[in-house]
Each structure stands twice: as C-alpha cells, then as structure tokens.
C-alpha cells in the first residue's frame, strides 16, 4: 500500500524580519509518512529554518507548506503540536518546568490526559530516556546530555505522528548515540516519520539511510546515505566531511564491489569478508 505524503513543501521562501538575504529558496520536499530522514549542512544552510515550518513556528513568505494534508499558514502552532514533535537544538530554549517529571508530563496535561495516567506514561519514557532516577530533580540541574535527552522524552510522551530532531546527538557519548538510535528505530517501526537535522557525519551513515543535504538555504542533494555521503562534489558545496567509512571506501572501490548500505560496519565487513574469499588477488594479500 502506498505511503501518503505527510509533509509537503512547495516553492517555500522565508527570509527572517530585517534579514536581507533569503533564509530559504524555493525549497520543494516530500516526506513520505513512515520515512527516517536526516537533513544535513554547514550552519546557516536553513535547516533549523525549515523544520521550524514544519510545526508553523515559522510561516512562508512564498509557496506552502503542508502537514498531515493540513496547510501551516492556516493553523496555529497549538494545533500543528499534535502532529509534529519539534525537538530545539538547545534544550535550554524548550525547558521550563520544576523537575524532571513536571517537565515531561507538561504536554499530557495540556491535552487533557489525567494525571495518574500522564504520570504512568511520563515514568515510562524517562525510563527509556535513562532519566528515571531524576525525576524530582530540576531540569536546569541536569548536564547538557541528560537535558538533551529530557527534551526528546517530553515530546516522546505524545507519540506525535512526526517526531523531528534538531541536533540529538550534541552532548551524547558513543553509548547515549547508541541508546537514541535504538529510540528512533523503534518509533520509526510503528510508522513514525522521523526528522533528524544533523551535523554528525558518522551518526547518520551508522543508523539513518536517507539523507537531504542544504546549502545557502537550497536543497543541493537528496538520496541514499551511501550516494550522497560518498560524493566529494556534494560533501564539499556543503562542507561537511565524509564518514570514515565512506573514505575507506573510496580506497578499495577499484577492488571491491561494495553492496547495500555499506556505512553500516556490519554490512562494511560482510562485503570485505566476500571479497578477501573470492578474490584471486584477495587471496594472495
């Protein structure tokens, strides 16, 4: 069965009040419902300011954008809340709250859930969260990761149709990474759209498997991870650095015909296993 487009943006121009430059430029996207999708460039690509469109924080100056078939410029950010869960960058700018568990069942409350229930499921994600153990403390207690993380579970709570992600990984180590990509493979199994804007290079080749790439507030590439963070031309007009993989990669590619989504390392070693079995030239190294 075909998945229907549940985020649609057409033509869409923005430019920020006093700005003189165009922030974004004729910006055309379409997000299937299910998709796990990372959208990637240097600051100052327009990333931030194009998921800001997605839950009407920000309006277009030109075209539409359209959420789960409903119009942004005709809806408040209130009623577009309930479809996308919008993750800051800066978790200082989303947190409010006294302690950890206030802050969590903050949007529960707001949709009229009752408080033993929104308290049930807010204990539940902290726990997935790793934050359990904090939730009578203060949320601007917290360390910047454990705020990070704090800020996902109170959006997490909602189950939103389309969870969006401004740079998770900031703050994490290698073992939080892991902790998160597992979270997001399991909402994306139950038929969430995903949204992650990131600068982490190597967290997306491991764990997401499409990516959109902007420059100068245009989208310059889309595709699969393999194509688009292999390609020099594009990596570099939007001055990111390839995977380390990817480099590797580039190295062997005259000897080895690398298959399937080959930046994961399991998948990296199984086609460097085939090829040291089977090649003649292998075999004698």
């Not at 954008?65 to 409903?70: E, F, M, P, T």
Request: include cysteine.
């Amino acid at each position: 069965m075909p998945r229907r487009d549940i985020i649609e943006v057409r033509d869409l121009w923005y430019r920020y009040p006093e700005a003189k430059e165009w922030a974004l430029k004729g910006i055309n996207l379409t997000i299937k419902e299910g998709e796990l999708v990372a959208i990637m460039g240097e600051n100052g690509a327009g990333k931030t300011t194009l998921v800001k469109h997605f839950n009407g924080i920000l309006k277009p100056h030109k075209g539409y954008v359209k959420v789960c078939g409903l119009d942004t410029k005709e809806h408040t950010v209130a009623e577009l809340a309930r479809y996308v869960g919008l993750v800051f960058q800066n978790p200082d700018h989303q947190i409010f709250a006294s302690t950890v568990l206030e802050e969590t069942m903050f949007a529960l409350k707001n949709f009229g859930w009752d408080l033993e229930r929104a308290e049930k499921r807010a204990k539940e994600i902290l726990k997935e969260m790793g934050l359990l153990d904090y939730i009578n403390t203060s949320p601007f207690s917290l360390s910047g990761g454990e705020k990070k993380r704090l800020t996902i579970a109170s959006v997490l709570v909602y189950d939103p149709e389309i969870l969006v992600l401004d740079e998770p990984t900031v703050g994490q180590d290698y073992g939080q990474k892991r902790r998160l990509a597992k979270i997001i493979e399991r909402i994306n199994s139950l038929g969430k759209t995903i949204i992650v804007v990131t600068h982490d290079v190597e967290f997306v080749a491991e764990y997401i498997d499409h990516v959109i790439v902007m420059s100068g507030g245009r989208i310059i590439a889309k595709g699969e991870v393999t194509r688009i963070l292999c390609d020099e031309n594009i990596m570099k007009r939007a001055r990111l650095l390839s995977p380390q993989l990817g480099i590797v990669v580039k190295n062997l590619e005259d000897y080895i015909d690398f298959k399937g989504n080959f930046l994961r390392l399991p998948i990296f070693v199984e086609n460097l296993k085939r090829w040291l079995e089977n090649d003649e030239n292998a075999k004698r190294i």
